[in-house]
């Protein structure tokens, strides 16, 4: 379609510039209008179809039609002078400023010697033409290279802003990614645990039969099942922290539930809480905190089996610090070692601190180990 429509402008401009020729040395001419000057103009202008690949060779053809023209006709020449300008109008917008400067020096000697040959001394009116004849396709090449410029550049704009638009919903994509990773590890590892430790338990307390069997089968498979969601959320995730979460449900005030229900799993468990919370506490700092403490809880069943934990909230002005410290693990003799090391766990916990511009350090203490956690009750911005 562009290459159909490029073919139409080549023909119909020397077709036109041709015809204003034809008609300029009519009307000039009258009725001793002859056909050799005709002949001449409309050679001029048929030059033009070359314009397009061969700029520099159109501007010299058509100005050698036209100097000649000069000397079989002058009346047509001063009309045929139309070819040449569009010509060099041609090669001013398809080439450098070089050659654009290097057409207008030549147009300009040109001008001069045709006035000195065939005019003598130029009036004032005729140097004002003769100037505006080079100087208007120049100047029209110059505008429209411009023009073409700044359409170039709005055309990078935009599609820039359509790679940042691309990027940014990645980075979104990634994000949530990242938030369901970290909601995967902290609900499904979480209820595979008690499972695990569960199972474990009550086998140890039956004797052997269908039943011992089953509890054992039970433990063997929530084991792997943790193992298996760990490689999995290890695909998912990445060393950048996402956005908080967006649709928190559980927060603060569910901590203590939580902590009995770990109290009738078997956990020993001691909650103390000093101060107050504040009347606004937003929802990703909210769930930052039950996250990391149910974390926290999970690792003491899964690294400390039998050690209690005392869990410590304080709030102040401005932010909640979370303390959760548990003793040695106590296991039967002979029972084996499942713990998995730190995994995800820490990291994750880590992680949401992060998002919500608080800080949380993990690391074993003489007798055990400690999770410590500040979150600020507003997220950094």
Do not use: C, K
Request: hydrophobic share 50%.
């Amino acid at each position: 379609m562009q290459e159909r429509h490029l073919i139409l402008i080549d023909a119909a401009v020397p077709a036109l510039v041709g015809a204003v020729i034809v008609v300029g040395e009519t009307l000039h001419g009258g009725g001793s209008a002859r056909p050799v000057p005709i002949a001449l103009g409309i050679a001029a202008a048929a030059v033009l179809a070359a314009r397009r690949r061969w700029p520099v060779w159109t501007l010299l053809g058509s100005g050698a039609v036209v100097a000649v023209l000069f000397h079989v006709d002058q009346a047509a020449a001063s009309v045929a002078v139309v070819a040449p300008a569009v010509a060099l109008y041609s090669l001013a917008i398809r080439r450098g400023r070089l050659q654009q400067a290097a057409a207008g020096i030549l147009a300009v000697a040109a001008v001069i010697a045709a006035d000195l040959i065939h005019a003598g001394r130029p009036t004032v009116g005729q140097t004002l033409a003769h100037v505006l004849l080079i100087a208007l396709p120049l100047l029209a090449a110059e505008v429209m290279r411009t023009h073409r410029a700044n359409v170039r550049l709005l055309v990078e704009r935009l599609q820039l802003t359509e790679v940042a638009r691309e990027q940014e919903a990645e980075r979104r994509a990634e994000q949530e990614r990242l938030r369901i990773a970290r909601e995967l590890h902290d609900v499904v590892a979480h209820t595979l645990t008690e499972i695990n430790v569960t199972a474990a338990a009550a086998a140890e307390t039956t004797g052997p039969g269908t039943v011992h069997a089953a509890l054992e089968r039970i433990e063997t498979a929530s084991h792997n099942a943790i193992g298996e969601l760990r490689g999995i959320l290890g695909v998912l995730r990445s060393s950048d922290p996402g956005e908080p979460p967006r649709a928190p449900t559980p927060g603060i005030a569910d901590i203590a539930g939580m902590v009995d229900r770990a109290r009738d799993g078997g956990l020993e468990i001691d909650l103390e809480v000093h101060g107050s919370p504040p009347p606004r506490i937003s929802d990703a700092s909210s769930l930052a905190a039950y996250r990391i403490v149910q974390e926290s809880l999970t690792n003491l069943r899964r690294h400390a089996r039998g050690a209690g934990a005392a869990i410590t909230l304080w709030f102040d002005a401005a932010h909640l610090t979370i303390t959760i410290e548990n003793g040695p693990a106590l296991r039967a003799e002979g029972a084996p070692d499942r713990s998995e090391g730190i995994g995800v766990g820490i990291e994750g916990m880590r992680e949401r601190a992060s998002v919500v511009g608080g800080r949380l350090d993990a690391g074993p203490l003489a007798d055990g180990f400690r999770v410590r956690a500040d979150l600020p009750y507003e997220p950094a911005r």
